[in-house]
C-alpha cells in the first residue's frame, strides 16, 4: 500500500490538520517563550550570586560593617596625619644637620687658620732665639 493508494476521508483530514496545527503551535510556542525561559535563567543566576554577597557581607560579623569601615578610615586618616608630622620633624631635623655641619665645617676651617698662625709664631720664635 502506497502513499497515493491511501484515501482520506474527512475524519482522517481533521486528524491531519489537527497533528500540523498541533505541530505549529508548539513551535511557535517554543519560540515565544524562548527569552522568558533566558530570563527565567538569568534571575536564578543572579540570586544565586545575591545570596553569595549576602553571605559575605553578612556572614558572622558582630560589629555592623559601615562602623568598622569607618572606624579604619578614621584610624588611616590619623595615621596619615602622624606620618605627615613625623616628615615635617625629619625635614626640620635635617635643616638643623645641614646647619650643624656647616659650622663644623667653618669651626675645622678656623682650626686650621690657628694652626697655621701657631706654627708662624713658633717660627718667628725660632727665628728670634738664634
Known amino acids: ?5 491511501v484515501t482520506l ?6 486528524t491531519l490538520i489537527a497533528v500540523v496545527a498541533l505541530g505549529i503551535f508548539q513551535v511557535a510556542h ?3 517563550t524562548r527569552p522568558q525561559r533566558q ?4 534571575i536564578h543566576e543572579q540570586r544565586e ?3 553569595e554577597i549576602h553571605e559575605q557581607t553578612v556572614n558572622t ?4 560593617m559601615r562602623a568598622d569601615i569607618d572606624k579604619s578610615i578614621a584610624i588611616s ?3 596619615d596625619a602622624k606620618v605627615d608630622r613625623m616628615l615635617a620633624e625629619r625635614a626640620s631635623d635635617a635643616a638643623k644637620m645641614d646647619l650643624m655641619l656647616t659650622e663644623v ?3 675645622r676651617r678656623d682650626v686650621s687658620d690657628h694652626s697655621t698662625q701657631i706654627g708662624e709664631i713658633r717660627g718667628e720664635l725660632r727665628h728670634l732665639r738664634k
Open 1 to 5: 500500500m502506497g502513499f497515493s493508494s
Open 61 to 64: 560579623h558582630d560589629t555592623n
Open 39 to 42: 530570563a527565567v535563567k538569568e
Open 105 to 107: 665645617r667653618e669651626m
Open 49 to 51: 550570586a545575591v545570596k
Open 9 to 14: 476521508n474527512s475524519g482522517n483530514w481533521l
Open 30 to 32: 517554543g519560540f515565544v
Open 77 to 79: 586618616a590619623a595615621t
